[in-house]
């Protein structure tokens, strides 16, 4: 991902946002999610990174980015535990289905493994019951561990998912 490419990825995160959890978290704090703002943090993140924090995008048929997958390590509290960590990745909501997003996953899980890292985890609204389906799908796996995300005052509870990585 580049700095020209952070308002494409907004446009994708933000819709993908509004699409996947509609009716998951407050309809509210979907409808105020700004694309501008986003864009303008991801431009932050990627010039005042440390190099730590992978971003990848997908390109459709025509040239245009369709997907933005990010990883990088996993931290407890703030203690790097030596595994990665896919922070995020979202596909244009017109390609859901299309292969972009297990494309995107089996990117991350390659650079993960030869970064050497031992474990892939995410997180991932409970609820969500299509994104557990395409995780599992990927070989990830529901370890137990569930934690609140708060969204204006109301709980939405996550579950972590993790996957052994190729040496």
């Known amino acids: 991902m580049t700095l020209a490419d952070c308002d494409r990825v907004a446009q994708i995160r933000v819709g993908g946002w509004r699409s996947a959890y509609q009716g998951l978290i407050p309809q509210s704090y979907l409808d105020g999610l ?20 992978v971003n990848l995008v997908a390109e459709g048929a025509g040239g245009e980015l ?5 990883h990088g390590p996993y931290r ?7 595994d990665a960590e896919l922070y995020a990745i979202y596909v244009h909501p017109d390609q859901v289905g299309q292969g972009v997003g297990q494309a995107l996953l089996t990117e991350s899980v390659a650079r993960c493994s030869a970064a050497g890292h031992g474990r892939l985890l995410l997180w991932v609204l409970k609820e969500n019951d299509r994104a557990r389906r395409f ?7 529901a370890d137990g561990a569930e934690e ?20």
Do not use: H, M, N
């Not at 369709?66 to 990010?70: L, M």
């Not at 995780?135 to 796996?141: I, L, N, W």
């Not at 109301?154 to 990585?165: I, Q, S, T």
């Open 76 to 82: 407890e509290g703030e203690v790097l535990t030596g």
């Open 135 to 141: 995780y599992e799908r990927a070989g990830f796996r």
């Open 148 to 167: 609140p995300f708060d969204v204006e005052g109301v709980a939405v509870p996550e579950v972590r998912y993790a996957r052994a990585l190729p040496r």
């Open 66 to 70: 369709v997907g933005w997958a990010c």
């Open 34 to 53: 700004s694309v501008e703002e986003d864009a303008e943090r991801r431009r932050t993140y990627l010039s005042q990174g440390d190099g730590s924090v």
